[in-house]
T-cell receptor, first 112, second 111 residues
Framework: NAGVTQTPKFQVLKTGQSMTLQCAQD?????MSWYRQDPGMGLRLIHY???????DQGEVPNGYNVSRSTTEDFPLRLLSAAPSQTSVYFC???????????FGPGTRLTVT | AQSVTQPDIHITVSEGASLELRCNYS??????LFWYVQSPGQGLQLLLK??????LVQGIKGFEAEFKRSQSSFNLRKPSVHWSDAAEYFC?????????FGPGTRLSVLP
C-alpha cells in the first residue's frame, strides 16, 4: 500500500494564481482531511470529508475549496492564491474521524 | 472552546536523559487523545493513543503517556532519549469527528 500520497511536494505561486493540491489514499478510508501547518500554530483543519460526496468546513476554510467524488481522492483547490496561504499542507485519512489519522508527506506552498 | 496546549515550545535534552513533554486539554468528556511525531521535512507519525481503560499507554519507539483526568493532562515520556528522537511532537484531541492539535514542542537532543 502506498498509504496517503500528495502531489506536488513543492509549489511556488504568484498572488492570484489558482492550483489544486492532490491527495489520494489506497486504504479505503471514509474520512479524509486537509490541514495547514504554520510555525507555532500546530496543524489547523481546513476541510474534511466523511465519505464520497460529503464535505464540510474546518477551522480555516476561507480561500479553499474541496470535493470528494471518489473514496480515494480528496483534492484541495486554491482559487486565487494569497501570500497568507504560504504554508505546508497535509492531507490525512482514517477509517472514521476519531480514529488514528494517517498523514501524507505534505506539500510546501509559497505564494509570492 | 476546546483547546490543546503544549506549554513548552522547545526542549533540549542530552542523549540518554529522560524526557517529559507536557500536554493539557480542555474538554467536557473523556477525550480521545493522541501523540504524533514529525521528523524534519516529513509527515506526522502516530506515537500512541488513548481512548479508555488503562491510563498509562505504551507507544512506539519506547514512548509512553499517562492520562490524568484530574489534571486534564496527557504527558508524553521516554526514560532514555536517543539522538534520533529529535523532532517535533504534537498532542491532539478529538472534538466531534475531527482532530484538534496543539502547537507542538520541538525536541533537540545534545550528543
Amino acid at each position: 500500500n502506498a498509504g496517503v500520497t500528495q502531489t506536488p511536494k513543492f509549489q511556488v505561486l504568484k498572488t492570484g494564481q489558482s492550483m489544486t493540491l492532490q491527495c489520494a489514499q489506497d486504504m479505503n478510508h471514509e474520512y479524509m482531511s486537509w490541514y495547514r501547518q504554520d510555525p507555532g500554530m500546530g496543524l489547523r483543519l481546513i476541510h474534511y470529508s466523511v465519505g464520497a460526496g460529503i464535505t464540510d468546513q474546518g477551522e480555516v476554510p476561507n480561500g479553499y475549496n474541496v470535493s470528494r467524488s471518489t473514496t480515494e481522492d480528496f483534492p484541495l483547490r486554491l482559487l486565487s492564491a494569497a501570500p497568507s496561504q504560504t504554508s505546508v499542507y497535509f492531507c490525512a485519512s482514517s477509517y472514521a474521524g476519531r480514529n488514528e489519522q494517517y498523514f501524507g508527506p505534505g506539500t510546501r506552498l509559497t505564494v509570492t | 472552546a476546546q483547546s490543546v496546549t503544549q506549554p513548552d515550545i522547545h526542549i533540549t535534552v542530552s542523549e540518554g536523559a529522560s524526557l517529559e513533554l507536557r500536554c493539557n486539554y480542555s474538554y467536557g468528556a473523556t477525550p480521545y487523545l493522541f501523540w504524533y511525531v514529525q521528523s524534519p521535512g516529513q509527515g506526522l507519525q502516530l506515537l500512541l493513543k488513548y481512548f479508555s481503560g488503562d491510563t498509562l499507554v505504551q507507544g512506539i519507539k519506547g514512548f509512553e503517556a499517562e492520562f490524568k483526568r484530574s489534571q486534564s493532562s496527557f504527558n508524553l515520556r521516554k526514560p532514555s532519549v536517543h539522538w534520533s528522537d529529535a523532532a517535533e511532537y504534537f498532542c491532539a484531541v478529538v472534538r466531534g469527528q475531527n482532530f484538534v492539535f496543539g502547537p507542538g514542542t520541538r525536541l533537540s537532543v545534545l550528543p
